[in-house]
């Protein structure tokens, strides 16, 4: 194996971890094909097998609302701070505060 790390997509996590929850093969066997190494299987496969519960509760759904909400507030907040850094510059040059700066 190369020693460059690869990031793998979703997708391809998600087929991995649906083949090996569906033991189409043993893992070592799934290993070769999909070019993964066994322990990133057995994570796969788990971390989808524990999740599950997530997308049938509706957990997720709620998990992100409340992200979007909290995008919006942050979005919120950096044009709030961009707006009185703005206003506190143009003071301060007004003031000659800036030491020379422009």
Same mark, same amino acid.
């Given at each position: 194996?190369s =020693?460059?790390?690869?990031?793998?997509?979703?997708?391809?996590?998600?087929?991995?971890?649906?083949?090996?929850i569906?033991?189409?093969?043993?893992?070592?066997?799934?290993?070769?094909?999909?070019?993964?190494?066994?322990?990133?299987?057995?994570r796969?496969?788990?971390?989808?097998?524990?999740?599950?519960?997530?997308?049938?509760? =509706?957990?997720?759904?709620?998990?992100?609302?409340?992200?979007?909400?909290?995008?919006?507030?942050?979005?919120?907040?950096? =044009?709030?701070?961009?707006?009185?850094?703005?206003?506190?510059?143009?003071?301060?040059?007004?003031?000659?505060?800036?030491?020379?700066?422009?």
């Amino acid at each position: 194996m190369s =020693g460059i790390r690869r990031n793998h997509s979703a997708d391809f996590k998600a087929h991995v971890a649906l083949a090996a929850i569906r033991e189409d093969a043993t893992i070592a066997e799934l290993s070769v094909p999909f070019g993964v190494h066994s322990t990133l299987i057995h994570r796969w496969k788990r971390e989808a097998l524990s999740r599950m519960s997530e997308i049938f509760s =509706g957990k997720q759904a709620i998990q992100e609302a409340n992200y979007i909400n909290d995008i919006k507030e942050l979005h919120a907040k950096i =044009g709030q701070l961009t707006v009185e850094k703005d206003f506190l510059e143009t003071v301060s040059k007004r003031l000659g505060l800036l030491g020379g700066k422009k």
